[in-house]
């Protein structure tokens, strides 16, 4: 964890949150994530390689005696009210990702009050780090804490995961919650989505680094683009399904099923299906190479993945494949691709650590002269989850 950063951000939180309601709050932590390789595949049930990294949304709560709910976001300088009993979508965004989590805490009946809530972050915006995620965990944990409410981590992420699905309406998977939540220091997470079992897999090699090129754009087709891949995703298992219902989801499926029932029927899907199965086995590959230290054969893997999200997928877009382009010959870089759900945010980069500087130096100013934009850049260390800082 940077601390420093961590430090002066929740300074401000605490600061605006005494200047705003008068009170000593309760402070949560919740990370931001990286995610090695294993993309587009935990909402099929597969495999993921997550892990939280130094980059933080805090929470600041603090108990009222009715019950409204009081919030303030630091960042936009905006404040905004609502109850426990009209919970609502609100025309701001930010609101949703708080109030999705007080409706699933509604729905699972645990005992609320009124509470005041003030966050402030340094996860960028966009840049498909999951800030919204880091936010929905950081409300989830601190809401726990604050009300005794006895919620296990695992269900602080599925209530997280549940609100963006429900609420704010993107059937996102269970990998960006549960990174925020389990993140542990110099730790991979292998998450099996279809039963939540996980491994750490340690990563801690002092020659590389995980360094992040933000391509500044966030195309607006994501979202709907997102619901539609797991769409197309649950269309090519029901045709599979028809024959094999042992089938429960693409995890389970071979390719010699996608090529007797999906192609024939819709090349589209087809390509979208055979996409995650062999992204799902490219991962449990992936992690043998971690555990031989192999990370050149783990790097070819992270540019097949991202050959995948371009060309079969079709999740990528002009800026993410210049960036990725950009290192292709580049021997200080093993492996690079897009990250995240795409159309924009921050292509992964496995870099040796001692040209980090130069590698940054070559690709930013070629990615500028190429589209004029101007890529932000990150050097992600990996990090602890969600966690209470005073209280
Ligand atoms: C987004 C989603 F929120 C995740 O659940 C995951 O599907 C990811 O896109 C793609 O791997 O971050």
New binding site residues.
């Given amino acids: 964890m940077n601390t420093t950063a961590v430090t002066s951000l929740q300074d401000s939180v605490y600061e605006k949150f005494q200047a705003l309601f008068n009170d000593t709050p309760l402070i949560v932590r919740s990370p931001g994530?990286v995610?090695l390789i294993?993309?587009?595949?935990?909402?099929n049930n597969g495999l993921?390689l997550p892990a939280a990294i130094d980059k933080n949304i805090i929470v600041a709560v603090g108990k009222r005696n009715d019950g409204a709910i009081r919030l303030h976001a630091l960042d936009q300088d905006q404040s905004y009210s609502s109850t426990l009993a009209t919970i609502e979508r609100s025309p701001l965004l930010w609101p949703d990702y708080i109030l999705g989590v007080v409706q699933q805490l509604q729905q699972r009946e645990y005992p609320l009050h009124g509470f005041n809530l003030v966050f402030g972050g340094d996860i960028p915006q966009g840049a498909?780090l999951?800030s919204?995620?880091a936010l929905e965990c950081a409300t989830a944990f601190a809401l726990n804490e604050l009300f005794a409410l006895g919620i296990q981590r695992l269900d602080i992420a599925l209530i997280g995961?549940a609100a963006?699905n429900e609420f704010v309406g993107?059937k996102?998977?269970?990998?960006?919650?549960f990174a925020s939540v389990f993140g542990q220091e110099q730790r991979l997470i292998k998450l099996d989505c279809a039963d939540f079992s996980y491994e750490y897999i340690p990563f801690n090699n002092p020659d590389l680094r995980i360094v992040l090129f933000d391509t500044q754009v966030k195309h607006s087709l994501a979202s709907s683009a997102?619901n539609e891949r797991?769409e197309q995703c649950e269309y090519g298992l029901s045709l599979i399904q028809q024959h094999h219902p042992e089938v429960k989801s693409l995890r389970d499926a071979t390719l010699a099923q996608l090529d007797q029932y999906v192609k024939p029927v819709d090349r589209v899907v087809y390509n979208r299906c055979y996409y995650v199965v062999t992204e799902i086995q490219r991962l449990q590959d992936g992690c043998e190479d971690l555990k031989q230290n192999d990370f050149e054969s783990f790097g070819r893997r992270m540019f097949e993945t991202h050959d995948g999200l371009q060309h079969l997928y079709e999740?990528s877009c002009d800026e993410l494949d210049i960036l990725v382009d950009l290192v292709r010959d580049n021997p200080a870089v093993l492996g690079a691709r897009m990250?995240?759900?795409?159309f924009g945010g921050c292509t992964i980069n496995l870099v040796s650590a001692d040209r980090v500087e130069e590698v940054i130096a070559a690709v930013t100013n070629a990615y500028t002269a190429k589209t004029g934009y101007a890529a932000h850049v990150y050097v992600a260390n990996i990090s602890a989850g969600t966690s209470v800082i005073t209280g």
């Fill in positions: 994530r995610n294993g993309e587009h595949t935990d909402y993921v498909g999951s919204s995620a995961q963006e993107v996102c998977g269970l990998m960006d919650q997102y797991r999740v990250m995240g759900g795409g």
